[in-house]
């Protein structure tokens, strides 16, 4: 799967356990836009749900 930057960076967040509001505050976003990019990148990967997500991006080597 291939996620763009920014969807790598809000999965690392989720990764890190931040909620959208503080990821949001920490990268210049809205809310609703890192909810978007959450939502994009399970789509991306196939995954079932956010913790789906972040399991299958460190498989694929796509977070630190």
Same mark, same amino acid.
């Given at each position: 799967?291939? /996620?763009?930057?920014?969807? %790598?960076? +809000?999965?690392?967040? !989720? @990764? &890190? ?9 920490? /990268?210049?976003?809205?809310? %609703?836009? +890192?909810?978007?990019? !959450? @939502? &994009? ?14 399991? %299958? ?8």
């Amino acid at each position: 799967a291939s /996620l763009t930057a920014r969807q %790598r960076e +809000v999965l690392d967040g !989720v @990764a &890190r356990g931040l909620t959208d509001k503080e990821i949001a505050r920490t /990268l210049g976003l809205s809310p %609703r836009t +890192v909810e978007m990019h !959450v @939502a &994009r990148a399970i789509a991306a990967l196939g995954a079932r749900n956010r913790a789906d997500a972040v399991r %299958r991006a460190h498989q694929d080597r796509l977070l630190p």
